[in-house]
Structures are given as structure tokens and as C-alpha cells.
């Protein structure tokens, strides 16, 4: 079965620190990943994907994530938070084959001034 | 590209009344999704189509839910009659048939009291 996992509800981080939100999942075959950022009252916005090729993949606003197969993730991060990239966060995986995406249950990411 | 386009952006309705949402997917995109949006249950797929046709409609909760697809550029999410606990954001998705992601509507806001 396809999954994705968001292990944390809530993120807290202090301005200018670096951040991390967590995504494993389990699909079959070769997956394609993504994330998504939904600010207040928004819909959900792409940052970022992993098709094929080097592992760490770069997005939007200086958001960057890193695909490793053994462990099954494909963790968001940033060198240096800002206010401003409090939101909610999605991970998506979807099989090669097919188009329908699985999320995860997202992640609020709180950044601290 | 305007993007996904969905309306209408709020709707309030009474209990028992019909309510119908409506979706513009990408121009050129031939899968189109919606999802369903909750505090509770979080983000649900309710229904996907792929070049018009409903692939995958197991999210939808309740005979009182119908969508249709009678075109490449217009879709329609129907639920009659509404109940409050149908009250969420409902969006609409569409993809391109690379499958290398999502674009988001912004939502519709949808209040049954």
C-alpha cells in the first residue's frame, strides 16, 4: 500500500535556525516526491520535487529536501528559518505509474521572531 | 495561465439545500482531483478524473456527493442535500500527464449551518 508519514504535528523553530520537517513513505517502485506549503487560507502551493536525478533537490523560497532511498525519506529543510515560513507543510509521494498523489497528514511549522 | 480556478470562494447554505462547486482545471492537464479539507481528518481525496472519466470516487462519503466532468475544462462537485458536517474547504486540483505535480485551486469555503 502507498503511504506517507509526517511523524510531527508541530514544529517550533527560532528565527534564523535552520529547519527540518520529516516525510518517510512507502510506495512501490521508484516514487516521485513532493512538497507542498498551504499558508492561512490558501490552497496548497508546490516547493519542491523529487523525479529522478541527485538526491537533493532545491525549491522555492531556499527550501531544499533530500531524497534517501534506504531510509525511505524525503526530509524539507532550510538553513535559516524566517517568520514568514510559518505554514503548513505537505508531503506527497506518487507512484511512477498513475497520477493519484498520497499526502501526509502535514506539518505546522511555527518559526519563532 | 490563470490557473486553477474554483468558485465560489465562500458559500453558506442552509441544511437541506443543494450545493454545487465548481472547477477550472489547467489548460492542457487531463487529470483533475478533489480534495476535501478538514481539522479534523485533514486533507481527503474525495474523487479523481483522468481525461473526463472518474477513476477513483471510494473518498466520496455519501451518495449525497456526485461530481461530473463533462468537459476537458470543467468540473463540478455536487452534494445534495448538504449537512453541516459536510461544512470544509473542498479543492480542486489539476495535473499534466507527466505526473510531475499538482496545481492547487484556492478553495472553496463551504459553511452548511
Known amino acids: 500500500a502507498q503511504s506517507v508519514a509526517q511523524p510531527e504535528d508541530q514544529v517550533n523553530v527560532a528565527e534564523g535556525n535552520p529547519l527540518t520537517v520529516k516525510c518517510t513513505y512507502s510506495?512501490?517502485?521508484?516514487?516521485?516526491l513532493f512538497w507542498y506549503v498551504q499558508y492561512p487560507n490558501r490552497g496548497l502551493q508546490f516547493l519542491l520535487k523529487?523525479?529522478?536525478?541527485?538526491?537533493l533537490v532545491k525549491g522555492s523560497y531556499g527550501f531544499e529536501a533530500e531524497f534517501n532511498k534506504s531510509q525511505t525519506s524525503f526530509h524539507l529543510k532550510k538553513p535559516s528559518a524566517l517568520v514568514s515560513d510559518s505554514a503548513l507543510y505537505f508531503c506527497?509521494?506518487?507512484?511512477?505509474?498513475?497520477?493519484?498523489?498520497?499526502f501526509g497528514t502535514g506539518t505546522s511549522l511555527t518559526v519563532i521572531p | 495561465d490563470a490557473g486553477v480556478i474554483q468558485s465560489p470562494r465562500h458559500e453558506v447554505t442552509e441544511m437541506g439545500q443543494e450545493v454545487t462547486l465548481r472547477c477550472k482545471p489547467i489548460?492542457?492537464?487531463?487529470?483533475l482531483f478533489w480534495y476535501r479539507q478538514t481539522m479534523m481528518r485533514g486533507l481527503e481525496l474525495l474523487i479523481y478524473?483522468?481525461?473526463?472519466?472518474?477513476?477513483?470516487d471510494s473518498g466520496m462519503p455519501e451518495d449525497r456527493f456526485s461530481a461530473k466532468m463533462p468537459n476537458a475544462s470543467f468540473s463540478t462537485l455536487k452534494i445534495q442535500p448538504s449537512e453541516p458536517r459536510d461544512s470544509a474547504v473542498y479543492f480542486c486540483?489539476?495535473?499534466?500527464?507527466?505526473?510531475?505535480?499538482?496545481?492547487f485551486g484556492s478553495g472553496t469555503r463551504l459553511t452548511v449551518v
Open positions: 486540483a489539476s495535473s499534466p500527464p507527466s505526473n510531475h505535480g499538482y496545481t
Open positions: 510506495v512501490s517502485g521508484n516514487p516521485y
Open positions: 523529487y523525479i529522478t536525478g541527485d538526491n
Open positions: 506527497a509521494v506518487s507512484p511512477p505509474t498513475g497520477n493519484q498523489f498520497y
Open positions: 489548460s492542457g492537464h487531463n487529470s
Open positions: 478524473f483522468n481525461n473526463n472519466v472518474p477513476i477513483d
